[in-house]
């Protein structure tokens, strides 16, 4: 191998494969002729090692615990900044001045209402129905009352598209939160910012007054910036790979929002804190999890520690311990569940299993304590999290397009029955 270039030796000759540079991190072997030249392909399951895609949105660097929104670091983002704005710097690549903000919002408000009979489909889900499953379809559904088309070359219409699916899907997690709790809807308010106004959406009784408690809605807001993106992770290539195929934006994401809902990937959050009582209802015994965690023979895992990248620590994971501790401090919450996170957490990071295996806390591991403070059913949480990864997922989806990116077509390596005949039923 040279500075700009694979050899490979195979069969007899020797081919060359182009490394294509980043501005940091994995540089790529780019191989597209490789099937061609060679008759090979390459087999990488679970894509641990493959480039999907070229992409200037997020970068993250698993080895030193490093995540950028296009280029600025996490830390700096989750304290200074605010989920609309991180929608705007995701969507648009840079931080918006004061009049691109104010067009950005107000794009936002111009469709900040629902056609009133995507109520009709939200009534007939039984209220059993877990949330993610009644979003994807909800923004499935989107689509037939908002049929036009977009034309991925203006800009204008891209915007408004994105606008427009941003206030929509809010009100549609909002609605699957009412729905859970038995609760009769409500509707978008201007007068408030993004978040304020899906926390409003969702937590105003229908017989009370209704105030923004500022400790709430910080805790939110942080926490929906912490999962704006995360570029190609299961679904975001999801959503890449959907629209691909020239599918819409919102049938895209609709996709997207089945992909999360896994119990490996956003689903996590959910299962933590399920785990989290379960180890509190069988008497509080941490060391007894870990031990079924390592059992080979178990199917246990220790759910909210590993991840596909990060093999150091999740840096969202730091910030978001800090903010759990903080919030149940502002509201003078005491949860067991904490405390068994915490001693999860001790005694795992201690263990040579877990050491060896470069297996942390990841995003999800905390976050769940926090929705469950807020008083968020444990059902909800990846919707939460669906609702902080939009912007990510229509940046990715816009990205895709704008790249023209070929249909994503992957190869396999067939290992079934060679050719034979069809044996006629009476014969077999
Ligand atoms: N508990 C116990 N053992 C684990 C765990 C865990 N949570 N995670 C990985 N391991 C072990 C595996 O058994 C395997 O052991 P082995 O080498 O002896 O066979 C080794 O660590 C590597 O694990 P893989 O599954 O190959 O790692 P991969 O990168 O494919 O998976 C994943 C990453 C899916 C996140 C995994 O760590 C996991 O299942 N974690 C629990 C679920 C979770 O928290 N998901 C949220 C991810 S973050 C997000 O999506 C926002």
Request: hydrophobic letters at 40%; a negative charge.
């Amino acid at each position: 191998m040279s500075d700009n270039k694979v050899v490979l030796n195979y069969d007899g000759n020797s081919f060359e494969y182009p490394i294509v540079d980043s501005t940091i991190g994995d540089r790529g072997i780019d191989i597209s002729k490789l099937r061609d030249q060679t008759g090979l392909i390459t087999l990488d399951l679970g894509y641990k090692n493959t480039g999907a895609t070229l992409s200037d949105i997020t970068y993250l660097d698993g080895d030193n615990g490093e995540l950028y929104y296009r280029g600025y670091p996490i830390e700096q983002i989750a304290e200074k900044s605010n989920f609309s704005e991180v929608m705007y710097l995701l969507l648009h690549g840079e931080l918006p001045t004061q009049d691109q903000f104010l067009k950005f919002e107000g794009g936002i408000k111009k469709y900040n209402y629902v056609a009133d009979e995507m109520k009709k489909i939200l009534d007939v889900f039984p209220r059993s129905a877990h949330p993610m499953g009644v979003l994807s379809s909800l923004t499935s559904a989107l689509t037939a009352f908002n049929p036009k088309a977009v034309n991925v070359n203006s800009k204008e219409e891209m915007d408004e598209a994105a606008e427009m699916l941003l206030a929509k899907f809010s009100h549609l997690c909002a609605w699957t939160y009412r729905k859970k709790l038995g609760l009769s809807i409500n509707h978008g308010d201007n007068n408030l910012n993004y978040v304020e106004n899906f926390y409003k959406m969702c937590f105003r009784r229908p017989n009370m007054d209704f105030e923004l408690d500022p400790v709430v809605v910080g805790a939110l807001d942080k926490l929906l910036i912490l999962h704006a993106d995360h570029e190609q992770n299961c679904s975001t290539s999801t959503v890449r790979m959907v629209g691909s195929a020239h599918t819409g934006l919102f049938a895209s994401v609709s996709a997207g929002i089945s992909a999360l809902w896994g119990p490996l990937h956003g689903g996590a959050n959910q299962a933590v804190i399920e785990m989290l009582e379960m180890i509190e209802q069988d008497g509080g015994d941490v060391a007894k999890y870990v031990e079924k965690a390592k059992n080979k023979d178990d199917n246990f895992r220790l759910m909210g520690f590993g991840h596909r990248v990060y093999k150091n620590f999740d840096p969202r994971a730091t910030i978001i311990k800090k903010a759990a501790d903080d919030i149940l401090t502002a509201l003078g919450i005491e949860d067991k569940a904490l405390d068994i996170a915490m001693q999860l957490e001790r005694v795992a990071l201690e263990d040579e299993y877990f050491v060896s295996r470069k297996l942390y806390p990841n995003v999800d591991f905390y976050s769940g304590i926090i929705y469950r403070a807020l008083g968020i059913p444990t059902e909800m949480f990846t919707v939460m999290f669906a609702l902080g990864r939009l912007p990510g997922w229509i940046s990715q989806w816009k990205e895709m397009r704008l790249h023209n990116d070929p249909i994503g077509r992957p190869r396999q390596v067939y290992q079934g029955a060679q050719k034979r005949d069809y044996v006629d039923l009476s014969a077999r």
